[in-house]
C-alpha cells in the first residue's frame, strides 16, 4: 500500500483455496491494484478510482470421479479518471484505457457427468457501463454428450446495447441437435432488435451491421434431416417492424431418388389487414414410367391495396424451382393456383388452372392438354366467373374443347367444342377470350378424313332474347375428289330459317371431263 498527498494505491496477489472436511472445493490465483486520487484544486476533495481485479478459480475434475467440474477467470476494471492507468507486477504490467466505464469479464467451462456422458458449458461474457450505455457481448459453446454421441451443440454470439436512445442487439447462435440415425437439426438461429432509430455499425468490439429501426427480427437458416433419408434445407424469418408482423420462409426438400419439392411463403399482418402467398413446387421423377413436375400457389390480400409478395420462379417445362421472384396481388383477393405436368410412359399431360376470389365475385381459368406424341394432342381451354354489377349478379363461361389431328393409319379426326355463356349486359373477357353480352353459344366443328373419303363443317347453337338458333356453317361431304354435297343454313324458334344445300359431280379424263352442279336455298 502506497500512499501520498493526493491518495493512495493498493496492490495485492496471490493464492486462495477453500476446504470442506478436508477436502479443497475450489482453489485459484488472484491479482489486482486500486488508486483513489484527489483531483480538486480547492479544499474540498473530489476522489476519482482507477482499479482491476484478476481472479483465475478452478474445481473438481471428471476424471476424479466427483461428476463435475469448472474453471474461470474473472476480470473486473473500473476507471473514473478519463485518463489510462498502468500497474506493474514484477516484470507483468495491467494497462487501463482512458474512459469513464465499469467492465466485467468473465471466462471459463463447466462440466457435469463423465467422459463420455455428460454436459458442457463453455464460453465468455463482456459487461461495461459506461459513458455510451450498457454492453453486454457474450460468446459460448454448449455440448450433450451420451454415450460418446454428441446430442447437442451449440455455439453462440451476441452483443446488446442498452442506452437513452433505445435498444440494440445482435445474437446469433449455430446449433446442432439430434442424431443422423433418428432426426437431426443444424443451423443459425439469429436475433436482431434495434430500437434506437438510427443504423448501428458495432457494439463494443463486435461487429452488428444493424439497419435503423424500430424493429425486432429472428431468422433461422439450416437443415433438418429425417431417418438420414429426408433433407429439408431452407431460412425462416420472424419480423416485427413498426405496425406490422412478418414470418418469411424458404425452403428446398430433397426426395432423393424420387426428386425434389420447393416451397416459399410469406405473411404480413397490420391494422389495415392481412396478405401474403404460399407457393409449392418440385420435379418427382423416381417412380419408374411415371413423373410429376409443377407448382402450387396460394395468394391472400385482405387490404384495400394492391400488395406485393414472394412466389417461386418456376421452369415451365421442367417444373423445377429456379428461385423466387416478386408478384403483385389485388385487393381483397384470394388466388389459388397450380400448373405443372404428368408424365405417363409416352404420354404427358400438362397445363394449369387458377382461381381467384375477390370482393367482387369468384373466377376460375384452366389450360391444359394431353400429347399423345405420334397420335396427336388434345386440349381443353376456358373458365367460368360468378360476379356481380352492384347489385346484379351474373354468369359467364367459355369451354374450348380440342384435337389436333388425330391420326389412326388412314384415319384422321381434327376438330373443336366451343361454349360461350354470358348472363352480363355488358361483354366479359375469360382466359383471354371475349364473350359478348347477352351470349349463350355452342360451337361444333369437325373435319374427318378416311383415306381419301372427307366430311368437314362446323355448326353453331346461340341463344338471345328474341330467339333461339341452329346454324349449319358450310357442312361439306367429300366422296373420293368425285362428288361434293354442300349444306349451309339456321332454323329459329321464331319461324325463320334459311337453308341452302348444293351438290357438284366431276369425272375427269385428262381431254375429255364432265362436270355439274345444282344448287336451292329455301
Same mark, same amino acid.
Given at each position: 500500500?502506497?500512499?501520498?498527498?493526493?491518495?493512495?494505491?493498493?496492490? *495485492?496477489?496471490?493464492?486462495?483455496?477453500?476446504?470442506?472436511?478436508?477436502?479443497?472445493?475450489?482453489?485459484?490465483?488472484?491479482?489486482?491494484?486500486?488508486?483513489?486520487?484527489?483531483?480538486?484544486?480547492?479544499?474540498?476533495?473530489?476522489?476519482?478510482?482507477?482499479?482491476?481485479?484478476?481472479?483465475?478459480?478452478?474445481?473438481?475434475?471428471?476424471?476424479?470421479?466427483?461428476?463435475?467440474?469448472?474453471?474461470?477467470?474473472?476480470?473486473?476494471? *473500473?476507471?473514473?479518471?478519463?485518463?489510462?492507468?498502468?500497474?506493474? +507486477?514484477?516484470?507483468?504490467?495491467?494497462?487501463?484505457?482512458?474512459?469513464?466505464?465499469?467492465?466485467?469479464?468473465?471466462?471459463?467451462?463447466?462440466?457435469?457427468?463423465?467422459?463420455?456422458?455428460?454436459?458442457?458449458?463453455?464460453?465468455?461474457?463482456?459487461?461495461?457501463?459506461?459513458?455510451?450505455?450498457?454492453?453486454?457481448? *457474450?460468446?459460448?459453446?454448449?455440448?450433450?454428450?451420451?454415450? $460418446?454421441?454428441?446430442?447437442?451443440?451449440?455455439?453462440?454470439?451476441?452483443?446488446?446495447?442498452?442506452?437513452?436512445?433505445?435498444?440494440?442487439?445482435?445474437?446469433?447462435?449455430?446449433? @446442432?441437435?439430434?442424431?443422423?440415425?433418428?432426426?437431426?437439426?443444424?443451423?443459425?438461429?439469429?436475433?436482431?432488435?434495434?430500437?434506437? $432509430?438510427?443504423? %448501428?455499425?458495432?457494439?463494443?468490439?463486435?461487429?452488428?451491421?444493424?439497419?435503423?429501426?424500430?424493429?425486432?427480427?429472428?431468422?433461422?437458416?439450416?437443415?433438418?434431416?429425417?431417418?438420414?433419408?429426408?433433407?429439408?434445407?431452407?431460412?425462416?424469418?420472424?419480423? +416485427?417492424? @413498426?405496425?406490422?408482423?412478418?414470418?418469411?420462409?424458404?425452403?428446398?426438400?430433397?426426395?432423393?431418388?424420387?426428386?425434389?419439392?420447393?416451397?416459399?411463403?410469406?405473411?404480413?399482418?397490420?391494422?389495415?389487414?392481412?396478405?401474403?402467398?404460399?407457393?409449392?413446387?418440385?420435379?418427382?421423377?423416381?417412380?419408374? !414410367?411415371?413423373?410429376?413436375?409443377?407448382?402450387?400457389?396460394?395468394?391472400?390480400?385482405?387490404?384495400?391495396?394492391?400488395?406485393? !409478395?414472394?412466389?417461386?420462379?418456376?421452369?415451365?417445362?421442367?417444373?423445377? *424451382?429456379?428461385?423466387?421472384?416478386?408478384?403483385? #396481388?389485388?385487393?381483397?383477393?384470394? #388466388?389459388?393456383?397450380?400448373?405443372?405436368?404428368?408424365?405417363?410412359?409416352?404420354?404427358?399431360?400438362?397445363?394449369?388452372?387458377?382461381?381467384?376470389?375477390?370482393?367482387?365475385?369468384?373466377?376460375?381459368?384452366?389450360?391444359?392438354?394431353?400429347?399423345?406424341?405420334?397420335?396427336?394432342?388434345?386440349?381443353?381451354? $376456358?373458365?367460368? %366467373?360468378?360476379?356481380?354489377?352492384?347489385?346484379?349478379?351474373?354468369?359467364?363461361?367459355?369451354? =374450348?374443347?380440342?384435337?389436333?389431328?388425330?391420326?389412326? @393409319?388412314?384415319?384422321?379426326?381434327?376438330?373443336?367444342?366451343?361454349?360461350?355463356?354470358?348472363?352480363?349486359?355488358?361483354?366479359?373477357?375469360?382466359?383471354?377470350?371475349?364473350?359478348?353480352?347477352?351470349?349463350?353459344?355452342?360451337?361444333?366443328?369437325?373435319?374427318?378424313?378416311?383415306?381419301?373419303?372427307?366430311?368437314?363443317?362446323?355448326?353453331?347453337?346461340?341463344?338471345?332474347?328474341?330467339?333461339?338458333?341452329?346454324?349449319?356453317?358450310?357442312?361439306?361431304?367429300? +366422296?373420293?375428289?368425285?362428288? =361434293? #354435297?354442300?349444306?349451309?343454313?339456321?332454323?329459329?324458334?321464331?319461324?325463320?330459317?334459311?337453308?341452302?344445300?348444293?351438290?357438284? +359431280?366431276?369425272?375427269?379424263? @385428262?381431254?375429255?371431263?364432265?362436270?355439274?352442279?345444282?344448287?336451292?336455298?329455301?
Amino acid at each position: 500500500m502506497v500512499a501520498n498527498a493526493t491518495g493512495f494505491e493498493v496492490s *495485492v496477489a496471490g493464492a486462495f483455496k477453500a476446504q470442506l472436511l478436508g477436502q479443497i472445493i475450489f482453489s485459484g490465483q488472484a491479482t489486482g491494484a486500486l488508486s483513489v486520487i484527489d483531483i480538486s484544486t480547492t479544499a474540498t476533495p473530489i476522489y476519482v478510482i482507477a482499479g482491476f481485479l484478476n481472479i483465475t478459480v478452478g474445481a473438481g475434475a471428471v476424471s476424479s470421479g466427483n461428476g463435475f467440474g469448472f474453471n474461470a477467470t474473472f476480470y473486473l476494471a *473500473v476507471n473514473t479518471t478519463n485518463q489510462a492507468k498502468t500497474y506493474t +507486477f514484477n516484470s507483468t504490467s495491467q494497462t487501463l484505457e482512458a474512459g469513464i466505464y465499469v467492465r466485467l469479464y468473465a471466462t471459463g467451462d463447466l462440466w457435469l457427468g463423465t467422459a463420455t456422458t455428460g454436459f458442457k458449458l463453455g464460453g465468455s461474457i463482456y459487461l461495461e457501463m459506461g459513458t455510451a450505455g450498457l454492453i453486454i457481448s *457474450v460468446a459460448g459453446t454448449l455440448n450433450l454428450q451420451v454415450g $460418446g454421441a454428441n446430442i447437442l451443440n451449440l455455439n453462440a454470439t451476441g452483443s446488446l446495447l442498452i442506452n437513452l436512445n433505445g435498444i440494440a442487439a445482435k445474437f446469433t447462435v449455430s446449433l @446442432g441437435v439430434g442424431s443422423p440415425l433418428l432426426v437431426s437439426l443444424t443451423g443459425t438461429l439469429t436475433l436482431e432488435v434495434n430500437t434506437t $432509430g438510427a443504423a %448501428i455499425t458495432k457494439i463494443g468490439a463486435n461487429t452488428v451491421n444493424l439497419a435503423a429501426g424500430p424493429y425486432l427480427k429472428l431468422s433461422f437458416s439450416g437443415v433438418l434431416e429425417l431417418l438420414s433419408i429426408l433433407d429439408l434445407n431452407g431460412t425462416a424469418t420472424f419480423m +416485427f417492424e @413498426g405496425n406490422t408482423l412478418s414470418l418469411v420462409i424458404a425452403a428446398t426438400a430433397d426426395l432423393s431418388p424420387l426428386g425434389s419439392l420447393g416451397a416459399t411463403g410469406s405473411l404480413f399482418i397490420s391494422s389495415a389487414g392481412i396478405w401474403g402467398s404460399l407457393s409449392l413446387a418440385g420435379n418427382l421423377s423416381g417412380f419408374g !414410367v411415371v413423373s410429376l413436375s409443377g407448382s402450387f400457389r396460394l395468394a391472400i390480400n385482405t387490404t384495400s391495396s394492391a400488395k406485393t !409478395v414472394k412466389m417461386l420462379s418456376v421452369d415451365p417445362n421442367s417444373g423445377a *424451382v429456379t428461385g423466387t421472384v416478386d408478384e403483385s #396481388i389485388a385487393k381483397q383477393t384470394v #388466388i389459388l393456383s397450380f400448373g405443372g405436368a404428368l408424365k405417363v410412359g409416352f404420354f404427358t399431360i400438362e397445363g394449369g388452372a387458377k382461381m381467384t376470389l375477390s370482393s367482387t365475385g369468384f373466377s376460375i381459368e384452366f389450360d391444359a392438354s394431353l400429347d399423345l406424341k405420334l397420335f396427336g394432342r388434345l386440349s381443353v381451354k $376456358g373458365g367460368a %366467373i360468378i360476379a356481380s354489377d352492384g347489385t346484379t349478379p351474373y354468369f359467364a363461361l367459355y369451354l =374450348n374443347l380440342g384435337a389436333s389431328t388425330l391420326e389412326m @393409319g388412314l384415319v384422321q379426326l381434327k376438330g373443336s367444342f366451343i361454349l360461350e355463356l354470358n348472363t352480363r349486359s355488358t361483354s366479359v373477357t375469360i382466359a383471354g377470350q371475349t364473350i359478348a353480352a347477352s351470349t349463350f353459344s355452342v360451337t361444333i366443328a369437325l373435319k374427318l378424313k378416311i383415306w381419301i373419303f372427307e366430311a368437314a363443317g362446323s355448326a353453331t347453337i346461340t341463344a338471345n332474347a328474341s330467339y333461339f338458333e341452329i346454324r349449319i356453317n358450310n357442312f361439306s361431304v367429300n +366422296f373420293f375428289n368425285i362428288f =361434293n #354435297i354442300t349444306v349451309s343454313g339456321y332454323i329459329r324458334s321464331n319461324g325463320e330459317f334459311s337453308l341452302t344445300g348444293s351438290a357438284s +359431280f366431276e369425272l375427269n379424263f @385428262g381431254p375429255v371431263y364432265f362436270r355439274a352442279a345444282v344448287s336451292y336455298t329455301h
